[in-house]
């Protein structure tokens, strides 16, 4: 099964929350989270994917707070990616926008 995957964006990094409807609690000794060379592997229980990559990470990080996990990768260039995962059917059935955090990119200043 795949995750319910919400995602927005900074200048910076992807920021994406992925959550697991037949999961209560998220046990960290079980979840694993790996990029290689420029995929995104997750797998936890019944869930799992491996999807590439629009476009090049730095680096990955994660926090759980029991019931949704939420990753921040971050980009080897900043700007906007259209999309997280190369793979179009990937991203229109399974990957939503996270309007609760998503701004419009024009309006957002330069730091």
Do not use: A, C
Not at 60 to 82: A, C, F, P, Q, V
Not at 86 to 93: A, I, S, V
Not at 95 to 100: E, F, L, P
Request: charged share 40%; aromatic share 14%; glycine share 2%.
């Amino acid at each position: 099964m795949i995750p319910e995957i919400k995602w927005f964006q900074t200048k910076d990094s992807i920021n994406m929350k992925l959550t697991m409807s037949k999961v209560k609690t998220i046990d960290d000794n079980s979840l694993k989270i790996t990029l290689e060379k420029g995929y995104l592997k997750f797998s936890y229980r019944d869930y799992e994917f491996k999807e590439e990559l629009s476009h090049e990470l730095e680096e990955l990080k994660k926090s759980n707070n029991g019931r949704i996990l939420t990753l921040k990768l971050i980009k080897k260039e900043r700007g906007y990616w259209d999309s997280i995962f190369k793979e179009n059917k990937f991203n229109k059935l399974y990957v939503k926008i996270d309007w609760d955090n998503w701004y419009d990119q024009d309006s957002e200043e330069d730091v």
